[in-house]
């Protein structure tokens, strides 16, 4: 960025790092911060919902179980701000995965973690909060009006309340309107690299409850089409 000197400013992305093991804060710390972010640390809900409220940030990343509360009340208050939220956390079993995810979390990296892994997702997140959908912002098929600006879904005018998954799968398709995406391409675009839970039975369950809040039939979808042996798409009209 150029700034009123004439002098090329970089603008670093803001992470909080909220966790209470401080060997991993340390080392996470200067790991991010060698890697061109600015991170701020927190040890507990408390202060790190303070953190939230006085200041803005690119991504938060949260442990899941703090002194004195969960992640998933940070969670929830991140979301509202509209910052992304990676949850690090030992419990990586299955049921937490997917709550944390459905709460709105881009992602979930279970301890012992990997460096490389965690640098990595953690660029992938902050790529696709910056990428949106290019020159536009409403989408309407039919009765459904999807606005990205606002994050926001609506059939027939009422407002569609989507979990984050559903979402984040909505605007994959979106993101490449009228391309046909193979199962593999939509679990890569939806998890990345590391969600090594997610199988084929977990996407088909996952677009079967969006064809139900979305499609007039969802035994005969008429916005996620599917083609047979090689994936889905999606048409839109702009506005």
Partial sequence: MLSQDGKIRVIMKKILLVEDDQTIVLGLSYSLSSEGYAV???????????????????????????????????????????????FLTACDDEVNVVMGLDMGADDYISKPFRLRELLSRVKTVLRRNERGIENASVFTIGSLVINTAAGKVYKDGIDTMLTALEYRLLLALLNHEGQVLSRSQLLEDIWDVGGDFVNDNTLTVYIKRLREKIEENPAQPDIIETVRGMGYRVYTKRR
């Fill in 40 to 86: 701020e640390t927190s040890e507990t809900v408390a202060s790190a919902r303070e953190k939230l409220a006085e200041n803005d940030y690119d991504l938060a990343i949260l442990d899941l179980t703090l002194p004195d509360g969960s992640g998933y009340e940070l969670c929830k208050k991140a979301r509202a701000l509209d910052i992304p939220v990676i």
